[in-house]
Nanobody
């Protein structure tokens, strides 16, 4: 079993940056695809970014492309989401997820095997 714990969320102003971290425990996730989702009040949970097992391939939602970078450190069993130039519409609960597949295709299909509990990101104008 894998436990995922997100951290790094908070309240920031527009234009600021945040780096979210997702620490995995229970077993190594070095051969798992990982992803970040977000859910704003009254909206569906959407994929923000995804990364394959090695970090060689990434995906970004159009709404964050150019402002967000997903990365991973398999030695630390941790995945990161660097968010820059934050906008009010980025306000949401951000969730980390893992798929037992090496490719992030199942992440994009929302077929994740493990989920974190979420971390709140609030961007004020």
């Amino acid at each position: 079993q894998v436990q995922l714990v997100e951290s790094g969320g908070g309240l920031v102003q527009t234009g600021a940056s945040l780096r979210l971290s997702c620490a995995a425990s229970g077993r190594t996730v070095s051969n798992y695809a990982m992803g970040w989702f977000r859910q704003a009040p009254g909206k569906e949970r959407d994929v923000v970014a995804a990364i394959n097992w090695s970090g060689s391939s990434t995906y970004y939602a159009d709404s964050v492309k150019g402002r967000v970078t997903i990365s991973r450190n398999n030695a630390k069993n941790t995945v990161y989401l660097q968010m820059n130039s934050l906008k009010t519409e980025d306000t949401a609960v951000y969730y980390c997820a893992a798929s037992r597949q090496p490719s992030y295709r199942t992440i994009l299909e929302h077929k994740c095997d493990y989920w974190g509990q979420g971390t709140q990101v609030t961007v004020s104008s």
